[in-house]
T-cell receptor, first 113, second 109 residues
Framework: NAGVMQNPRHLVRRRGQEARLRCSPMKGHSHVYWYRQLPEEGLKFMVYLQKENIIDESGMPKERFSAEFPKEGPSILRIQQVVRGDSAAYFC???????????FGEGSWLTVV | DAKTTQPPSMDCAEGRAANLPCNHSTISGNEYVYWYRQIHSQGPQYIIHGLKNNETNEMASLIITEDRKSSTLILPHATLRDTAVYYCIVGPNDYKLSFGAGTTVTVRA
């Protein structure tokens, strides 16, 4: 049973470019969450999505960041016009229900140069 | 969410039990205790969680004191692959996990 799949694992972008991070939840999971881990800091919740709906984006920066979970295909975290401060590890997680155990993917490491 | 206090680091001998403490004196009645771990450059891995009763699974045991103000995660037979940062998280049974600094556990041969 495959776990949460994220790609790319590592991504390098120049300042001002766009970064797209993809996440396929575990089989049978319809709830997806994105977390961010800045260097030397703990993981912080960003956004919670179900298919075609954003349920809670209270942890998402108001500008340049967006997330989607289309009816078909993976969830996408999009960062426009990246800046050096966006360099971080971005983790996707999924669950069968928001009250059930959350399982994390291996993460996508974004480096902005 | 209630705040947790964990020692910043601890060492453990391979093959011995590792007992990881966590204080959560402000925990409220509906808040769970979760444990995750993060091996270097990997995603957090779920270990175990509980509300009031002690819990055990194939990875670990969770002992919660009767007043719920503290808990202990027990890895019964630590291996080198258990070297990781261990996070004790207290919160409602939902998706907003609040990760602190955790305890860096180093298992030594």
């Amino acid at each position: 049973n495959a776990g949460v799949m994220q790609n790319p694992r590592h991504l390098v972008r120049r300042r001002g470019q766009e970064a797209r991070l993809r996440c396929s939840p575990m089989k049978g999971h319809s709830h997806v969450y994105w977390y961010r881990q800045l260097p030397e800091e703990g993981l912080k919740f960003m956004v919670y999505l179900q298919k075609e709906n954003i349920i809670d984006e209270s942890g998402m920066p108001k500008e340049r960041f967006s997330a989607e979970f289309p009816k078909e295909g993976p969830s996408i975290l999009r960062i426009q016009q990246v800046v050096r401060g966006d360099s971080a590890a971005y983790f996707c997680a999924s669950s069968t229900d928001p009250g059930n155990t959350i399982y994390f993917g291996e993460g996508s490491w974004l480096t902005v140069v | 969410d209630a705040k947790t206090t964990q020692p910043p680091s601890m060492d453990c001998a391979e093959g011995r039990a590792a007992n990881l403490p966590c204080n959560h004196s402000t925990i409220s009645g509906n808040e769970y205790v979760y444990w995750y771990r993060q091996i270097h450059s990997q995603g957090p891995q779920y270990i175990i969680h509980g509300l009031k009763n002690n819990e055990t699974n194939e990875m670990a045991s969770l002992i919660i004191t009767e007043d719920r103000k503290s808990s202990t995660l027990i890895l019964p037979h630590a291996t080198l692959r258990d070297t990781a940062v261990y996070y004790c998280i207290v919160g409602p049974n939902d998706y907003k996990l609040s990760f602190g600094a955790g305890t860096t556990v180093t298992v030594r041969a």
